[in-house]
């Protein structure tokens, strides 16, 4: 039985974990977009910079995992790798919101920066979420506490997701330098309470392995657990849809209802993801009693279908009205929640189902595959967001208003002003750039989760009734 102690200041320390990775993830590029003089070159640039360094994040994860696994320190495996990586990263999420060179000397301290978050990041993910499968093997505890982190995930997202937008527009620069250093500090802080408060369990002498792991070691690993691989590419393929909407949502609500207004209301619909997201959570273990797994996924998977049909018909066919946007955005984040719920709770059942076959236990690699999945989709949702911000024109509009922004941080331009003619450069937009931003949001969600849903249906095979069987031959050996 796990103590309470440890049970909550491991979840809770997922708060400010999240809300720094949310910092950067959501708010990094329209940081650039919208304070940064960039030529449409050198956003490319940037654009292909982080597309590589997600991908070396991706393919780090795994080798991190490694470096865990091999990890025999008197502070546990998994405690110093959460805090060193959280301090290391802190300070870099500083610096990327704090430092300004211009033009192609911005592009080279980008590159090195970024690289150096995705990999101080890596540090603190792998340890963090490797030390959960590793607390408990009992699935009704594990059930709670993924439900009670994936709150606090919420929690910590919702935070910054919510608050930046509404402090941002007409003082960008400096609002993005004090969110970031207040972002930073909650990091720590929360990282902290995991390290001192969540005490580590020893592991199986006879599930785990005793020899140093290699690479070559790694990649069997992943191999031989068909399971982990049907999980892992599920996971990447809903981390691609689920992103983009949060990804283009900034740029919608500007460019739908304009500079002025849309921090508001990006502050409202972020307050439906909140919500939609915590209640998911809260559902997920009611709805888990009452139903399989697979018939939740199959149904949300359709209600999500239809969700993002609306969203995508929104001043085409269904009304322009931000009640209606924020009931369809509640909708689609709900759903979603569940969805990543269950994958979460798939992946670490592969880890029972790998000792189970192999009579070894690998929580660290297996974990791994999580963060390298939602990395490499970060990639590509990377990738897509700033292809289609260039390709519809998009991006050379936002760079007047930029100029404006440049112009309020140095004090030659008023809040106000910055706003009015803001504006004014936002209704410059056709119909056809708008509809582009759509498209990205809504079409190729609908393609990416739709074919994990088919995939898990497939390929995954541990349902409940199978899982109890490993854990009870598991137990008995």
Known sequence: MLDKRTKWCYTAGATGRDAAYAMVSLYLITYIQYTMKLTVAQFAAISAIMIVCLIWDAINDPMM??????????????????LMGCLLNAVVIVLLFTVRPTGWAFVGFFG????????????????????????SSDPKERNILVTMMSIFICVGQFSVAGVVPM???????????????????SFIVFQLLTFF???ERPHNEVAEATEKLSLKDMFHIFVRNDQLIAAGIAIFLFQVGSGLLIMFGMNFFYFEFGYSAGGGLVFIF????????????????????????????SFFTILIVIF???FFLIGIVIPKNPVIINIIGFCIFFSQGVFNMILIVMLNNTIEYDEYKFHERHDSIISAVRSFATKFAG???????????????????????????????TGEMTSSEVLVQADNFIKTATRGQLIGLRTGMTLIPILAIGIALLLLRAKY??????????????QSR
């Not at 095979?461 to 598991?474: G, L, M």
């Open 461 to 474: 095979k541990i349902d409940e009734k199978e899982y109890d069987r490993i854990v009870f031959e598991i």
């Open 167 to 185: 402090v941002i527009a007409g003082n960008a620069v400096n609002a993005y330098r004090g969110a970031a250093t207040v972002v930073a500090l």
């Open 379 to 409: 990639a590509v949702n990377q990738g897509i967001t700033n292809l289609v911000l260039i390709i519809s024109g998009i991006y050379v509009i936002s760079q007047n208003v930029s100029s404006l922004e440049v112009a309020a941080g």
């Open 270 to 297: 972020t307050v439906m993801y909140g919500l939609g997201t915590l209640l998911s959570q809260c559902a997920f273990p009611i709805l888990t009693k009452h139903f399989t797994r697979r018939k939740l996924l």
């Open 197 to 199: 408060g969540a005490k």
């Open 112 to 135: 090195l920066s970024y690289l150096l978050w995705g990999m101080t990041y890596t540090m603190n993910d792998i340890s963090y979420w490797g030390m959960l499968p590793s607390l």
């Open 65 to 82: 995992g490694i470096i865990i696994e091999n990890s025999h320190m008197k502070m546990g495996k998994f405690r110093p790798w959460i």
């Open 308 to 310: 993002y049909v609306c």
